[in-house]
């Protein structure tokens, strides 16, 4: 079988930032590579205290996360300086231990260019003894395995694993967890373009935050009254953001539950009421949501980016060809125009780069 190129540079790579790592710090690396943190989540309820005890006694400032090969990575506790709460980060471990790693071929892959680097000289490690340590794992069925001591004493090694759906959030979650430490209550505006995932990030804020209530600007789409070209006209016109204001953002600011009634696109008229929750986290995703004269109200705002190319990507996949092509020709053109003019992008609190 022949070595994995990422992964080599992986190995050497893990080697040249830990030159104490033993063969089984590389397992280690290798085991999570593969199957991520699901493994490490024995307590959800005492996770968080764990983080916080943990935290205090490696004193650790470090705060550069550390890719793995695949799609989880170590972020070490030293982040917890910047704002993020033990909580929140315990909720993203528990988030990230629910999503599936690979199956053991994939670590039997990985392993594979471990013992070729072995073999061509390129780690330092007996390669008889490498093979008798891998073959003794694999007979037990892979168990987890711990740090070296070498490796303990010599990087002191306080960390947890969570999948780059998460990490890729780590400065908003801090963000939010340091406003949330000032406030009884913070108001979020998650702006972007269409199918940049507006959607998805309140979902997964909501699924970290118990005490959260999501709302969607979508809900709020001009009744046929109002939809005149002198309106269109207007970047972000083609939001009835007087009534956005009035039934969500200034009940929320004040405390209140709000009550507001969604615009229902097959109808072509307003639903019936909806009565929505006050939360500590408040959430007003969508396009427009941070238009100028709202943007008093909030006190976080994140922009996500995509590319022209995921976008047109994700929004044949999520709407097919018909109704696609009425994006791209007249709802696209006007978030962009709209985006461009008022600056939506600069005028967030933070901004996300696109998925990988």
């Not at 740090?147 to 780590?170: E, F, M, N």
């Not at 967890?177 to 940049?196: C, F, I, T």
């Not at 109704?323 to 125009?337: C, D, K, S």
Request: glycine share 6%; hydrophobic share 40%.
């Amino acid at each position: 079988m022949s070595a994995c190129p990422h992964t080599e540079q992986f190995l050497l790579e893990q080697l040249s930032r830990h030159p104490a790592s033993q063969l089984q710090d590389l397992r280690k690396a290798l085991y999570q590579s593969a199957f991520g943190c699901g493994h490490l989540m024995e307590d959800p309820s005492a996770a968080a205290d764990w983080i916080r005890r943990e935290a205090a006694e490696s004193a650790s400032a470090d705060q550069e996360v550390e890719r793995l090969d695949g799609p989880w990575s170590r972020v070490p506790l030293g982040m917890l300086a910047d704002g993020l709460t033990p909580e929140t980060l315990a909720a993203a471990f528990a988030a990230s231990a629910a999503i599936p790693g690979e199956d053991t071929h994939g670590l039997e892959q990985r392993l594979e260019t471990l013992l070729a680097l072995i073999r061509d000289r390129k780690l330092p490690f007996s390669l008889s003894d490498a093979e008798a340590e891998i073959n003794a794992w694999m007979a037990a069925g892979y168990p987890a395995c711990h740090h070296s001591d070498a490796y303990r004493t010599a990087y002191r090694p306080a960390y947890r694993v969570l999948h780059k759906r998460y990490v890729r959030l780590l400065p908003l979650l801090a963000a939010i967890d340091h406003a949330l430490a000032s406030k009884p209550r913070v108001l979020l505006a998650v702006e972007g373009g269409s199918a940049s995932g507006k959607s998805t990030l309140a979902d997964l804020l909501a699924g970290l935050y118990p005490d959260s209530a999501v709302f969607h600007a979508d809900d709020f789409f001009l009744r046929p009254e109002q939809r005149t070209e002198a309106r269109y006209a207007q970047p972000g016109g083609n939001l009835d953001r007087e009534r956005l204001e009035t039934e969500i953002l200034i009940p929320l600011s004040r405390g209140e539950n709000p009550e507001y009634r969604p615009f229902d696109c097959r109808a072509m008229s307003l639903a019936a009421p909806q009565h929505g929750q006050v939360a500590r986290l408040n959430i007003v995703e969508g396009s427009y949501s941070l238009h100028p004269e709202l943007e008093r109200r909030y006190d976080l705002s994140v922009f996500l980016e995509i590319s022209p190319e995921t976008q047109r990507r994700r929004v044949l996949e999520r709407n097919g060809p018909e109704w696609g092509q009425r994006f791209f020709e007249r709802w696209i053109p006007l978030e962009n125009t709209y985006h461009e003019a008022t600056r939506t992008a600069e005028r967030c609190t933070l901004r996300l780069e696109e998925e990988p």
